[in-house]
């Protein structure tokens, strides 16, 4: 089949040589030695957009987490177990899956069976898990997003892309920056980074909203002062 004009060729084989064609045309010029640290790119672009307390940045992310159709709660640590147990019971979880290195006091309060994950958990069993409940590495107030890096309290990527119900704790003030930039300047590259922002998503062509097509139809996010 051939392509319309101006679009890619729908064989993806096709449209992949000529992708490569165009890049090693644009190369030609390019000396063998040259490598991309001979040319540092400038990279003074704002780190951030305004001035904002510690309090008006958690503001600005409770905003826009809900504006994404999160759910956001708020509370500190000592009334965490709590808040978790009637928000699970709200629910109705009975069976609840958790990265290995959750504190346990968290769930201390709530009737479920915590399950821990392990690579013996198969995709239908997160299937079946009524909920997941998980830490973050941190959270933007600028995009309402927050990060996973499969630390010990957040576990695989996976356990958080199942379960239709997540429950994710942001430990305030220090797993809140304002931006995108500080957000990298924090998180380790070679880990792997998860970036939630709302429940999952998406709209066909008539632009309906349909969620929990890539991850959890649910997410609730819960402030946690100390």
Same mark, same amino acid.
């Given at each position: 089949?051939?392509?319309?004009?101006?679009?890619?060729?729908?064989?993806?084989?096709?449209?992949?040589? %000529? $992708?490569?064609a165009?890049?090693?045309?644009? &190369?030609?010029?390019?000396?063998?030695?040259?490598?991309? #640290?001979?040319?540092?790119?400038?990279?003074?672009?704002?780190?951030?957009?305004?001035?904002?307390?510690?309090?008006?940045?958690?503001?600005?992310?409770? #905003?826009?987490?809900?504006?994404?159709?999160?759910?956001v709660? %708020?509370?500190?640590?000592?009334? *965490?177990?709590? *808040?978790?147990?009637?928000?699970?019971?709200?629910?109705?979880?009975r069976?609840?899956?958790?990265?290995?290195?959750?504190?346990? !006091?968290?769930?201390?309060?709530?009737?479920?069976?915590?399950?821990?994950?392990?690579?013996?958990?198969?995709?239908?069993?997160?299937?079946?898990?009524?909920?997941? =409940?998980?830490?973050? #590495?941190l959270? $933007?107030a600028?995009?309402?997003t927050?990060? &996973?890096?499969?630390?010990?309290d957040?576990?695989?990527? %996976?356990?958080? *892309? $199942?379960?239709?119900?997540?429950?994710? =704790?942001?430990?305030?003030?220090? !797993?809140? =920056?304002?931006?995108?930039?500080?957000?990298?300047?924090?998180?380790?590259?070679?880990?792997?980074?998860?970036? $939630?922002?709302?429940?999952?998503?998406?709209s066909?062509i008539? &632009?309906?909203?349909?969620e929990?097509?890539?991850?959890?139809?649910?997410?609730e996010?819960?402030? =946690?002062?100390?």
């Open positions: 089949m051939g392509a319309h004009p101006g679009r890619w060729p729908v064989n993806g084989y096709g449209s992949r040589e %000529r $992708i490569l165009r890049v090693r045309r644009a &190369l030609a010029d390019v000396p063998a030695h040259e490598r991309p #640290a001979d040319h540092p790119v400038p990279r003074d672009y704002a780190a951030v957009h305004g001035t904002r307390t510690p309090e008006e940045t958690v503001e600005l992310l409770a #905003a826009n987490l809900a504006d994404y159709r999160a759910r709660h %708020r509370t500190d640590t000592a009334g *965490l177990p709590a *808040l978790l147990a009637g928000l699970l019971a709200r629910r109705g979880a069976r609840v899956v958790v990265p290995a290195g959750l504190p346990p !006091q968290w769930l201390s309060r709530a009737v479920v069976e915590p399950v821990t994950d392990s690579p013996a958990l198969t995709h239908r069993d997160l299937d079946a898990m009524d909920s997941v =409940v998980t830490g973050c #590495a959270a $933007i600028e995009t309402g927050v990060v &996973l890096d499969a630390g010990p957040q576990g695989r990527r %996976r356990i958080t *892309l $199942i379960p239709d119900h997540h429950l994710c =704790v942001v430990r305030l003030p220090d !797993q809140v =920056v304002d931006s995108v930039p500080q957000a990298l300047r924090r998180l380790d590259p070679l880990r792997p980074l998860t970036w $939630i922002s709302g429940p999952s998503a998406t066909d008539e &632009l309906d909203r349909v929990g097509v890539h991850g959890p139809r649910t997410l996010v819960l402030l =946690v002062n100390p």
